[in-house]
């Protein structure tokens, strides 16, 4: 391994140890980015890379907030301002219980790199709180947002820091979150969160964007193959905002997509999934993926008990990982391979874990990173932003169009890259060396900051 490159990643380790999603994922840009550290020794000097991964800024506060019982809760929130040198900190925030500072900077590092491969001009950020908001009331949430958001609000806005979702955070807590941002500032600031409700400032496509991208993003790294999506099994982790849209679209280009999943299990329906039923069950009622079976009797229901999600042992031709971190296991990877998956789609940030690329990478599955594959949602994101600078809406083909092209470019930049660095269909450390690149530029013309 490089020298310098080594010397990072052991200075990296020491300074967080407990922290492993974000080494995790340091790991993987640092390591396979070394052709462009062995032209530019000069990087070490000006200590680059120790830069572009210490984050400008880490916020943490405290969320209080009083459930229907009457009691008080406290939450722990988050904002990591990891880069702005391409553009304002953009990122999504996340509502989970397993949100801790790791997971938060492993996700604003990630972001830097993607929002880079949009080719928009983005900077990176991440943010959200450990509060779980299943099985909240709307009230719960309403409140939770807004104790959330008096803290936020002193550290964003349409120029500085603009927030989005990620999961647990859909339109109904950007609704909450924006009101009460309004309320405090006293001003309408469309930019300053996007993936808002398209009664106040929010875009077309904005909801299906990461979902449609990923699709978008497949069907090139297919075409490139020879391939299609027409007539391939597909399965799909997760059930929600990402999930539930690259699942639309790959029905549109008559794949038949045969299992979903949430948190607890996944359902197997060989017949194709019925969506409707899904978007019913999730988007509105909030409710279980096992619900399923209850009115398509002839589909099953696997619950989720050990370490490796079932839906990864159902034979498919593509997989498109879309819930969250770490879900693909080498256990996972090595029951799809013999299974005979031909791709992966990352819709999820750093699904699969290291060993899991590596697996498939071995035995040239096509991999479709997260870095590049889900960018379509922060790309129409900053197209939202640009419609409320404008103060003037695009219309759904228009958005749609534009985020076919987007994602094209971006297969294209992974292409151009590995082709140049003799990757062959590694676009893992494709993705990771073209977003490095433009960064490092970017960084070298800023000087010493
Ligand atoms: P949602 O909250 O809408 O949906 C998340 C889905 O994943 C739910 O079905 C959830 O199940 C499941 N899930 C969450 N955590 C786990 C877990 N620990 N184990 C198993 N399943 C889990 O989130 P999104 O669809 O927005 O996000 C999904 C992934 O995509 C995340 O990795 C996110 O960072 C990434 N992403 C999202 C973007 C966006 O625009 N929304 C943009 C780019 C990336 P349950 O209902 O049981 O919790």
Redesign the pocket.
């Given at each position: 391994m490089n020298k310098y490159i080594k010397k990072v990643l052991n200075r990296l380790k020491e300074k967080n140890i407990n922290e492993s999603e974000y080494l995790q994922a340091v790991e993987e840009v640092l390591t396979s980015i070394e052709p462009v550290i062995n032209n530019h020794p000069e990087y070490e000097k000006i200590a680059l890379l120790e830069r572009m991964i210490e984050p400008e800024r880490i916020i943490t506060f405290r969320v209080p907030y009083v459930n229907d019982k009457g009691q008080t809760i406290v939450h722990r929130g988050y904002r990591v301002q990891f880069s702005s040198l391409i553009g304002p900190y953009k990122g999504?925030l996340?509502f989970?219980q397993?949100v801790n500072q790791s997971i938060i900077k492993f996700?604003g590092f990630e972001q830097i790199f993607k929002n880079a491969l949009t080719g928009l001009p983005i900077g990176g950020a991440k943010g959200g709180s450990d509060f779980d908001p299943?099985g909240k009331s709307d009230d719960e949430i309403m409140r939770f947002c807004q104790s959330f958001m008096t803290e936020l609000q002193r550290h964003i806005g349409a120029d500085v820091d603009v927030p989005?979702?990620?999961?647990?955070v859909?339109e109904r807590e950007i609704g909450y979150l924006f009101g009460q941002y309004k309320r405090i500032k006293d001003r309408y600031e469309g930019g300053v969160l996007t993936g808002k409700g398209l009664s106040y400032g929010g875009s077309l496509v904005r909801k299906e964007?990461?979902g449609f991208g990923l699709i978008y993003f497949m069907r090139e790294m297919l075409a490139n193959n020879n391939q299609t999506l027409e007539g391939k099994t597909v399965t799909i982790?997760?059930?929600?905002?990402?999930?539930i849209y690259a699942c639309q679209k790959a029905l549109e280009y008559g794949a038949n997509v045969v299992a979903m999943?949430?948190?607890?299990g996944c359902i197997y329906d060989k017949n194709g999934i019925d969506l409707q039923l899904v978007k019913q069950i999730?988007e509105v009622e909030r409710g279980r993926i096992s619900e399923y079976i209850e009115s398509h009797t002839e589909a099953e229901y696997f619950e989720?008990t050990g370490e490796d999600?079932p839906i990864w042992n159902i034979k498919t031709d593509i997989a498109l990982p879309?819930?969250?971190?770490n879900?693909i296991t080498l256990n996972s990877a090595k029951k799809l391979v013999e299974n005979g998956v031909i791709a992966i789609g990352e819709?999820?940030?750093m699904?699969c874990i290291k060993e899991a690329t590596e697996y498939f990478l071995k035995n040239n599955i096509l991999v479709a990173p997260?870095k590049a594959a889900?960018a379509g949602?922060?790309a129409i994101s900053a197209v939202e932003m640009s419609q409320n600078s404008m103060r003037y809406y695009m219309t759904f083909e228009e958005v749609d169009q534009k985020l076919n092209e987007i994602m094209t470019d971006i297969f294209k930049t992974c292409k151009t890259t590995s082709d140049k660095y003799n990757l062959g269909n590694n676009y893992v450390s494709a993705a990771n060396i073209a977003a490095f690149t433009k960064l490092a530029n970017a960084m070298v013309a800023q000087g010493i900051v």
């Open positions: 999504g996340r989970h397993s996700l299943k989005a979702g990620d999961i647990g859909g964007a990461t982790s997760g059930a929600g905002n990402v999930a999943s949430d948190s607890t999730k989720h999600s879309c819930a969250t971190q879900e819709g999820a940030n699904p997260a889900n949602g922060v």
